[in-house]
């Protein structure tokens, strides 16, 4: 079996940043993709990031491009999500995804690309 343990979250204010971590343990797989998604007080669960594993390559939802920045340490099977510029809009508990099923294609934004998933944490963005 696999875990992801997100960290990270906290209380910040408007203008503030974060740094979410996303640590994977136990059984491990090559990963196609890691992504951070999050969910709002009575929204759906929603995309924000997505790293592609072998090449790096990043995708990111409109709301969050260019203040949010996602990236991977391999080596520690790890996955971050740096936040800077946060908005009160941005109040979530943010999950850590990641997919170890081939894909013929892959959007990166779909949740159901992913099959493991963390408990979240939450992160909350003070006006």
């Known amino acids: 079996q696999v875990q992801l343990v997100e960290s990270g979250g906290g209380l910040v204010q408007a203008g503030g940043s974060l740094r979410l971590s996303c640590a994977a343990s136990?059984?491990?797989?090559?990963?196609?993709?890691m992504g951070w998604f999050r969910q709002a007080p009575g929204k759906e669960r929603e995309f924000a990031a997505a790293i592609n594993w072998s090449a790096g390559s990043t995708y990111y939802a409109d709301s969050v491009k260019g203040r949010f920045t996602i990236s991977r340490d391999s080596a520690k099977k790890t996955v971050y999500l740096q936040m800077n510029s946060l908005k009160p809009e941005d109040t979530a508990v943010y999950y850590c995804?990641?997919?170890?099923?081939?894909?013929?294609?892959?959007?990166?934004?779909?949740?159901?690309?992913?099959?493991?998933w963390g408990q979240g944490t939450q992160v909350t963005v003070s006006s």
């Open positions: 136990g059984r491990t797989f090559s990963w196609y993709a």
């Open positions: 995804a990641a997919a170890s099923m081939y894909r013929s294609s892959r959007t990166y934004k779909w949740a159901q690309e992913y099959n493991y």
